[in-house]
C-alpha cells in the first residue's frame, strides 16, 4: 500500500474508527474499504459508490459478486449491494442505475451499540452534489446511508434529502445480489436461510420544495 493510501486508511480510523469498524485498505479508485464487524458477523463496504461487497456470517458469504467487477473505479461495482439514485436501472437520460453508485462518498461517522434484540454496529456515509454530479443532474442533494449489522442480520437505510431552491423526482433502490447454493430454496416458505424482514419507503414533506426521504430501509435475516 502506498503511503497516501496509509494516510487514508490512518486517518479514517483516528477518526470514525470504532472496535467494530476497522479501515483496511484503500485504493486510488475505490477509496477507502471498511471492515464491519459484529459477533460473528462481518461486512466489507467501499466508499466507491458505498457499495457493499461482502456479507458474512458465522465465515459465510451471504453475499453474490461477480468476477467481471473491475475494481478499480472504472465502472460500477457488479454485485453485492449496488445503490441506484437519482435513476433506477434505466429509467431516463442518466447513466444506468444513476451516479451515487460511481461517486466516492464520506465516512461520516460509526458506532457499536447495544440494543433489545443484542449489539449492532453501524457505519454512516454521506453523498452531497458536486460539480460532477451537476454535470450530469442539475439539482442540489444531500444523501445519507447506514448500514447496521447484528450478529445474523444486515439492514440498510438511505436518506435523500433536497437541499436546493427548486423541485426534482427521483427513482432509485438499494439492488442487493444475495448468494444461494442451491437456488431451489430461494422460494422454499421453510427450507429459505435468509429472510427480509421488513422494507419501506417513507416520504415527508416539508415545505413546496424542500423534502426529506426516508427513501429505503431494508433488513435482511438469516435462520
Known sequence: ???????????????????????????????????????????????????????????????????????????????????????????????????????????????????????RTSITLTLTDSPATQALWPHKFALAYTLTLGPRSISFELTASNTGDSAWSFTGCLHTYLRFDDSSLVFHPTRYNMKIMCCSCTYIHVSDVHMYVHFLHIRIACR
Open 1 to 119: 500500500m502506498s503511503a497516501k493510501r496509509q494516510k487514508l486508511v490512518g486517518d479514517l480510523n483516528a477518526a470514525v474508527g470504532t472496535d467494530g469498524v476497522v479501515f483496511v485498505d484503500a485504493s486510488e479508485g475505490l477509496g477507502a474499504k471498511a471492515v464491519v464487524t459484529c459477533g460473528g458477523a462481518k461486512v466489507e463496504v467501499w466508499t466507491f459508490g458505498a457499495h457493499t461487497v461482502s456479507w458474512q456470517v458465522d465465515g459465510v458469504e451471504r453475499t453474490w459478486m461477480s468476477g467481471l467487477s473491475k475494481m478499480d473505479g472504472s465502472a460500477p461495482i457488479r454485485g453485492g449491494v449496488p445503490l441506484a439514485f437519482p435513476q433506477f436501472a434505466d429509467q431516463g437520460a442518466l447513466p444506468l442505475h444513476g451516479f451515487a453508485r460511481t461517486q466516492l462518498w464520506t465516512v461520516a461517522g460509526s458506532a457499536t451499540t447495544q440494543t433489545a434484540d443484542g449489539p
